[in-house]
Nanobody, 127 residues
Framework: QVQLVESGGGLVQAGGSLRLSCAASGRSFSAAAMGWFRQAPGTEREFVATISWSGGSTYYADSVKGRFTISRDNAKNTVYLQMNSLKPEDTAVYYC????????????????????WGQGTQVTVSS
């Protein structure tokens, strides 16, 4: 059974940092693009960041560019999201996702179709 499990969420003050992890099990995603999304109450899920299979290509939403960093460790089948300078508007449930339809994508962008999703981890930023 394929699973993506997010962790690392929590409550942090504005200006603080959190590091989210997404551990995959059931199959290797070392050849897949991985992404992070978020959904705040009453809003649609929005793209946050994505990373290619090698880590050589990344892409960020404008709202997090310069503050968030996506990375991966293929040996651990894990992707990370380092979030710095957090703002109250970053409050949301954060989800990781893995692309299933294509392998060894060298360049990533915001419109990749993801086949696997985690259950999410809550991030709350207080002002």
């Amino acid at each position: 059974q394929v699973q993506l499990v997010e962790s690392g969420g929590g409550l942090v003050q504005a200006g603080g940092s959190l590091r989210l992890s997404c551990a995959a099990s059931g199959r290797s995603f070392s050849a897949a693009a991985m992404g992070w999304f978020r959904q705040a109450p009453g809003t649609e899920r929005e793209f946050v960041a994505t990373i290619s299979w090698s880590g050589g290509s990344t892409y960020y939403a404008d709202s997090v560019k310069g503050r968030f960093t996506i990375s991966r460790d293929n040996a651990k089948n894990t992707v990370y999201l380092q979030m710095n300078s957090l703002k109250p508007e970053d409050t949301a449930v954060y989800y990781c996702a893995a692309e299933g339809g294509r392998a060894y994508r060298n360049y990533v962008g915001p419109h990749i179709e993801y086949s696997y999703w985690g259950q999410g981890t809550q991030v709350t930023v207080s002002s």
